[in-house]
């Protein structure tokens, strides 16, 4: 068999390894998919996406038809492959440490199974220094290992892996070329860095990106409180006014990654990264901040609360380390009337978006999906829009 052009993909049944799995099959090469989650794989092979993925139905369809990608939880099918790519995740602890030691276990199954002409490449968002660890777990077998961190928007991979560039390290040469050799089939630009800055360039992406939201969530409880309207103070701020352009809305910052990525950065820097830290109380504490708001102005025990959008972000179905999930959980602590509703997360407990309108004397707007944009709601009911859907 030629596995040249084979490729395993473990975790290859998740969010960041079955569209990259789908893009590189797309591009001629055939992909294993190997992951544990066994109604995943199900799904996969009759050509049905597990979970929502911009323009991945169709092309799934296609690939599995033409056999050009397959899913299975059998880690042994990693010996027909020349390129074994690791996508699995990398979780924190209730302590908000990294919990690197199912991550760190896995190497130990996979290196009895490596050859030595085989190119390892993690993809995982991983606690700086993982890959040196790893190195000396599986160099007695293989030493090409490459870390190539993803760097995707969770939903848009097919369309943004083309157009990102792909950051490639790597412990030795061949490492490097072939890793290189190989995103480059799918992305534009390649760069070339050390382990140790890839590692870094990820967390800090992504720390980056918390901060910049925390900052206006605390500008937005600045204005609460003061009865003003962020959305306009921010419109106001940008106009004409190109330093401030890019400061962005309010709105619940949540997800698989931006937190437990900063709290990775935080750990790794002996839990003196105060800026981060910061962000985590903002952002985190934004479902509080709204019903104290709440508490103070109305008896919520005489009002139903209807919660729009469960999921961590806007036209996802994944509600992973959702904040209108810990919103809901902190009005039903306080014992208060919930009403829930979502257009892609399937729940027995949501109701239909026109029926919580109907029903509900207080309307949050937790994830502005597209589909709330044409509600009407009466002006009689109480609307909490954090992300300023309506006036935009
Ligand atoms: N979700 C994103 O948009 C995104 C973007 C960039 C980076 N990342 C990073 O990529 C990694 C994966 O994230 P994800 O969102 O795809 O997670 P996910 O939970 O959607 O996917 C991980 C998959 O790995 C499988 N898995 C776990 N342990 C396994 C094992 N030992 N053997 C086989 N399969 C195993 C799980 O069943 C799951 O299907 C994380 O480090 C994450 O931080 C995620």
């Not at 390129?83 to 602890?93: D, E």
């Not at 003061?226 to 962005?248: H, T, V």
Request: aromatic share 10%.
């Amino acid at each position: 068999m030629n596995i040249k052009r084979n490729i395993s993909i473990i975790g290859g049944a998740g969010h960041v390894g079955l569209p990259l799995g789908m893009v590189f099959s797309s591009k001629g090469f055939k992909v294993t998919l190997i992951d544990k989650n066994k109604s995943n794989i199900k799904k996969i092979n009759k050509g049905q996406m597990p979970f929502l993925e911009k323009n991945g139905q169709k092309l799934l369809k296609h690939i599995v038809k033409k056999k050009k990608i397959f899913a299975t939880d059998k880690l042994n099918e990693i010996t027909k492959s020349k390129y074994i790519i690791i996508c699995i995740g990398t979780p924190i602890t209730k302590n908000l440490n990294p919990n690197t030691k199912n991550f760190i276990n896995f190497f130990y199954q996979l290196k009895k199974l490596l050859k030595k002409d085989q190119i390892v490449i993690i993809r995982s968002s991983i606690y700086p220094g993982i890959c040196e660890k790893i190195y000396k777990i599986i160099e007695s077998k293989c030493v090409n290992l490459s870390y190539c961190p993803e760097r995707i928007v969770q939903g848009k991979s097919i369309s943004e892996l083309p157009k990102l560039p792909q950051l490639v390290s790597g412990k030795n040469k061949k490492a490097l070329n072939e890793s290189g050799k190989l995103f480059k089939k799918i992305c534009k630009k390649i760069i070339f860095t050390k382990i140790l800055e890839a590692e870094l360039i990820k967390l800090f992406s992504n720390a980056y990106r918390y901060i910049n939201f925390s900052i206006s969530n605390q500008f937005y409880m600045i204005c609460e409180n003061q009865n003003l309207d962020f959305f306009k103070i921010r419109n106001i701020m940008r106009d004409g006014y190109s330093r401030n352009a890019n400061i962005p809305m309010s709105g619940f910052s949540a997800g698989p990654c931006l937190l437990k990525d900063t709290m990775q950065l935080s750990s790794f820097y002996n839990h003196k990264f105060l800026l981060g830290h910061s962000a985590m109380f903002i952002n985190e504490n934004l479902p509080k901040f709204i019903v104290s708001k709440l508490q103070k102005k109305y008896n919520l025990k005489r009002k139903t609360i209807g919660v729009l959008g469960l999921t961590f972000k806007p036209e996802t179905d994944d509600i992973r380390d959702s904040l209108s999930i810990k919103l809901i959980q902190l009005l039903k602590s306080k014992k208060i009337k919930t009403l829930q509703s979502d257009e892609y997360y399937i729940s027995k407990e949501n109701i239909k978006k026109e029926e919580l309108i109907k029903k509900s004397d207080i309307i949050i707007i937790a994830i502005p999906h597209k589909a709330y944009k044409n509600l009407k709601i009466k002006k009689n009911k109480i609307l909490i829009d954090i992300w300023s859907l309506f006036n935009k």
